[in-house]
């Protein structure tokens, strides 16, 4: 009699995608969604040559295996070797849910690229998807990377795309935090991790101290130094290839570090060949984005009513409203060519355009304002995120 091999694992979010598919190996393998209704069971099958697994997460019931009965519960991850007769059987009061999979006989590989099939309902994804709050989105579990063990990485690693959150410690003005361009895009890549529940997406420790320079003059400012920054990322890319993540992306909450953002994904391509893509929350005004409103004069570059309006919705006591004045660089408006975004650029610290170092009119942000900006970035990103799961250069 083939005896069942038995794991408990926790309510982590590793398995919840299913697992057993490495990209461009060769490999056949298959994953589905189960879900089997109180005192429902699937009929007995062998499976010739394939290895099946299930990952049980929710209710409980039975595994029949060559004839003999173990008991299966959320939590449980039962591995049959190949050709053993076998069916699920549900024996709880309410839906057993299970995430299977099947492999050739010839070892697991790492967490595929797709989860469920589309057809489940709210309810069904929840479970099959996890617990727990993701900012706006209750109800989904974040992924994330750092809470995985060791030999958890390295099965997940080539099915995932890592997502890596980079902001700023530095001057926003009297009246936002040191820490506001870091907390936008934690929490904005908090609750896209958390929405794209479908996507193999998973969450990195968010890189708070970055590059900048140009608000050095203030004090709380906190800044690497560019080649830093860049042997840091480099770091970040090596290290996850390390682990066999294929893609990863940036998603960037500091304007100043665009540039040198765009440098580190080619470099990364070229030295360490990961998938590589650098998005914004929103993408800054000096570097083509598009003034949601004309209220700042085209000039909402720094601590200004979008910036503030979000961090009003995210973190509400750490705005302080009333120390904040309008500090729109007009004098810029007399110059055709030169300027943020014109033909010309030019190299600038805040105080240079406002001695304030805030640019925009952050007397214009309210909470409400913030959660329209908050949710319409997720709902784009999420968007973006489908693509960048399946995107590939030509092969040959």
Same mark, same amino acid.
């Given at each position: 009699?083939?005896?069942?091999?038995?794991?408990?694992?926790?309510?982590?979010?590793?398995?919840?995608?299913?697992?057993?598919?490495?990209?461009?190996?060769?490999?056949?393998?298959?994953?589905?969604?189960?879900?089997?209704? !109180?005192?429902?069971?699937?009929?007995?099958?062998?499976?010739?040559?394939?290895?099946?697994?299930f990952?049980?997460?929710?209710?409980?019931?039975?595994?029949?295996v060559?004839?003999?009965t173990?008991?299966?519960?959320?939590?449980?991850?039962?591995?049959?070797p190949?050709?053993?007769? /076998?069916?699920?059987?549900?024996?709880?009061?309410?839906?057993?849910?299970?995430?299977?999979?099947?492999?050739?006989?010839?070892g697991?590989?790492?967490?595929?690229?797709?989860?469920?099939?589309?057809?489940?309902?709210d309810?069904?994804?929840?479970v099959?998807?996890?617990?727990?709050?993701?900012?706006?989105?209750?109800?989904?579990?974040?992924?994330?990377?750092?809470?995985?063990?060791?030999?958890?990485?390295?099965?997940?690693? !080539?099915?995932?795309?890592?997502?890596?959150?980079?902001?700023?410690v530095?001057?926003?003005?009297?009246?936002?935090?040191?820490?506001?361009?870091?907390?936008?895009?934690?929490?904005?890549?908090?609750?896209?991790?958390?929405?794209?529940?479908?996507?193999?997406?998973?969450?990195?420790?968010?890189?708070?101290?970055?590059?900048?320079?140009?608000?050095?003059?203030?004090?709380?400012?906190?800044?690497?130094?560019?080649?830093?920054?860049?042997?840091?990322?480099?770091?970040v890319?090596?290290?996850?290839?390390?682990?066999?993540v294929?893609?990863?992306?940036?998603?960037?909450?500091?304007?100043?570090?665009?540039?040198?953002?765009?440098?580190?994904?080619?470099?990364?391509?070229?030295?360490?060949?990961?998938?590589?893509?650098?998005? /914004?929350?929103?993408?800054?005004?000096?570097?083509?984005?598009?003034?949601?409103?004309?209220?700042?004069?085209?000039?909402?570059?720094?601590?200004?009513?979008?910036e503030?309006?979000?961090?009003?919705?995210?973190?509400?006591?750490?705005? /302080?409203?009333?120390?904040?004045?309008?500090?729109?660089?007009?004098?810029?408006?007399?110059?055709?060519?030169?300027?943020?975004?014109?033909?010309?650029?030019?190299?600038?610290?805040?105080?240079?355009?406002m001695?304030?170092?805030?640019?925009?009119?952050?007397?214009?942000?309210?909470?409400?304002?913030?959660?329209?900006?908050?949710?319409?970035a997720?709902?784009?990103?999420?968007?973006?995120?489908?693509?960048?799961?399946v995107?590939?250069f030509?092969?040959g």
């Open positions: 009699m083939t005896m069942p091999v038995m794991h408990h694992i926790s309510a982590g979010d590793t398995v919840k995608l299913g697992v057993l598919s490495r990209p461009g190996d060769g490999i056949e393998h298959s994953v589905s969604a189960e879900i089997w209704e !109180p005192g429902g069971a699937q009929p007995f099958n062998t499976h010739p040559g394939s290895v099946e697994t990952y049980f997460l929710a209710g409980e019931g039975e595994a029949e060559d004839g003999r173990t008991p299966v519960a959320a939590g449980d991850h039962l591995i049959l190949a050709n053993t007769n /076998h069916r699920i059987r549900n024996t709880g009061p309410g839906r057993l849910y299970a995430i299977t999979t099947m492999l050739p006989d010839n697991f590989a790492a967490m595929v690229e797709h989860g469920p099939p589309a057809t489940l309902d309810a069904d994804r929840a099959l998807f996890g617990v727990g709050t993701a900012g706006a989105y209750p109800g989904v579990a974040v992924r994330r990377f750092a809470d995985m063990s060791g030999p958890e990485s390295a099965l997940a690693g !080539p099915g995932l795309v890592a997502v890596q959150p980079i902001g700023s530095e001057h926003h003005g009297p009246h936002l935090p040191l820490i506001t361009d870091a907390l936008v895009a934690e929490a904005v890549s908090e609750a896209v991790v958390g929405a794209a529940a479908d996507l193999p997406l998973v969450l990195l420790p968010t890189l708070s101290y970055a590059l900048s320079s140009e608000h050095l003059w203030a004090p709380g400012t906190v800044s690497l130094g560019p080649e830093t920054l860049l042997r840091v990322l480099d770091d890319g090596a290290s996850l290839a390390r682990a066999g294929p893609r990863l992306v940036f998603v960037n909450g500091h304007g100043g570090n665009s540039a040198l953002l765009r440098v580190a994904c080619r470099e990364i391509r070229v030295r360490h060949g990961l998938l590589t893509f650098l998005v /914004h929350p929103s993408l800054p005004l000096d570097q083509g984005g598009v003034a949601i409103s004309d209220d700042e004069g085209g000039f909402a570059i720094h601590g200004s009513a979008g503030t309006s979000m961090v009003m919705h995210l973190r509400p006591d750490l705005v /302080h409203l009333e120390r904040s004045t309008r500090s729109v660089p007009d004098w810029l408006a007399e110059y055709h060519h030169v300027g943020f975004g014109g033909d010309a650029t030019f190299g600038w610290t805040s105080e240079d355009v001695a304030s170092g805030v640019i925009g009119d952050p007397t214009l942000a309210s909470a409400e304002r913030g959660k329209v900006l908050f949710e319409g997720v709902q784009r990103l999420v968007a973006v995120m489908a693509e960048i799961a995107f590939d030509p092969k």
